[in-house]
Every structure is written in structure tokens, then in C-alpha cells.
């Protein structure tokens, strides 16, 4: 595994090689992370891994500071697998002349997370659009956990880069159901219980939530009985009605997102 600082060196390195697979990551590597890299691996000739922690998508400065970040470690695991390049840059590299103000996306940015967190998908689809400049990749892998993320950025690429393919990959979760986060290196282990309570509620009561608007009331008041802070959403949709072209069979999914303490979490079920 090489790792690479700037990106006129990735450039460099990268020149003619065509059957690149790119993940890219804000570190606190897991499971989660590692299953997309095997799947680069498996579909791809040369595989890239990025770490940066890009500051625009925090709404708040606390979030910013208290992401998980611990780079030695990251590495140790990332050296393990059969990846050609890490690739490491600096806020300066990925933004030498300042954020793209005018990057224009999916208007479904602006519901459940887009509306306690304005620009947070723009500085998303803004950070990706840098790396595709740089690393000019045939694949980008990204996790169904963040599923409007996911949506939102698979638009945008379809629309403006049609040459490449974003991978959805499926949810890796723990024997307890809660799917793996970078944010759950913050959690106790009472807040896992709690997040482990949360998800089997949801998962047992699906149909439920998707047939009757009003047992979303009923659902909240229990997980405020479990210990959740607040609640931002939790919203059953049908991913394959979401966004253009629409497909014909139903998938309804569990949006939700939730605090324990000052940690925020997201999942869909």
C-alpha cells in the first residue's frame, strides 16, 4: 500500500491506469469501510482509499472537533488489505481555490437530514466531485447505511459523469443489529444497548410505521422511554420512488435519525 500526500503525485501515480475503484473516508475506519474495499478489489484493477475529514459537511464546529480520528490506527488496518493507494490530502489540495457555493443536486437534500443539516449533501456531492477530478475512477463504492447520501450522490454522478458507476454496498451491522459508524467509537455501552433496543424496535414494528402515519408517535414516546436526547426523523419511504427514473417495484425503507447524548446516529431499516 502506498500513501500519498498530494495530488499531483496521485495524478502522477494514477496516469493510464483505467480500472480504478475509489472509496473514499473520513477515517475512524471499521467493518463497514473494509467490506466496501473488498468490494473495489473484487471489481476493480486498482483500488484507492481516501482519508480526509471534510470540514463543510459539519454543521456544527463540536461535531467537527469530536469526530473520531485516529490515522496510525487507520492505517494499521488498512495496510492488511490489497489496496494500491492511500490517499491522504489536506484541506488545501482538495480545495485550493474554496468551496463550489453553486453545486447544484436533488432536491430530496432538503428533507431528513437536509433539514436539520443545510448544505450538508452539497459539500457532500462537492467533495466527491474533487476526488473524481483528481482520481478520475471508474467505480465509487459508498455504504447503503447513509442511504440518502447514497441517493443523492448517485444522481448527481449519473448526471454529470455518466462514465462512472457508484457501487451501493449492503449494511454491515453487529450481532446486535446496529450498524457500524465511525460515530460509534463515541458510544458507552449503555448507549449501544440503547441503539440495539432502537433498531430491533423499528426492524419488529416496519410495517407498522409504513401503514399507519399516526403509530410514528406511538414508536417516538418509546424511544424516549430508552434514553434518546432527540429525535430528528424517522420516516418510512420508498427508496425506489425517491428519485428520477423511478422503479416499478415497491422498497420501502425506515429512515430514522436519533441522539444519544450529543451523538447523532443514522440508519434506515
Known sequence: ??????????????????????????????????????????????TVVSIFVNKQQFNEENDFKTYPRDLKQDIEKLKNLDIDVLYLPNHNDIYPNGYNKKIKINIFSKKLCGKNRPKHFE?????????IEILNPKNIFFGKKDMQQLLIVEDFIRKKYPFIKV??????????????????????????????KIVKLIKKNKVKLIQDKKFKNNLKKELYKFGVNKIDYIEPLDVNKIIKPFRKKRNFKI??????RRIRLIDNI
Do not use: W
Not at 459539500?123 to 476526488?131: L, M, P, S, W
Not at 449494511?171 to 459508524?181: C, P, Y
Open 255 to 260: 429512515f430514522f435519525a436519533y441522539y444519544l
Open 123 to 131: 459539500a457532500v456531492a462537492d467533495v466527491i466531485e474533487r476526488f
Open 1 to 46: 500500500m502506498k500513501i500519498i500526500l498530494h495530488k499531483n503525485k496521485i495524478k502522477k501515480f494514477l496516469e493510464n491506469k483505467k480500472n480504478l475503484g475509489f472509496v473514499p473516508t473520513m477515517g475512524g475506519i471499521h467493518k463497514g469501510h473494509i467490506s466496501l474495499i473488498r468490494e473495489s478489489i473484487k471489481k476493480s484493477e486498482y
Open 167 to 196: 457501487v451501493a454496498c449492503n449494511t454491515i451491522r453487529e450481532k446486535n443489529g446496529v450498524a457500524l459508524s465511525s460515530r460509534n467509537f463515541l458510544l458507552t455501552k449503555n448507549d449501544i444497548n440503547t441503539a440495539s
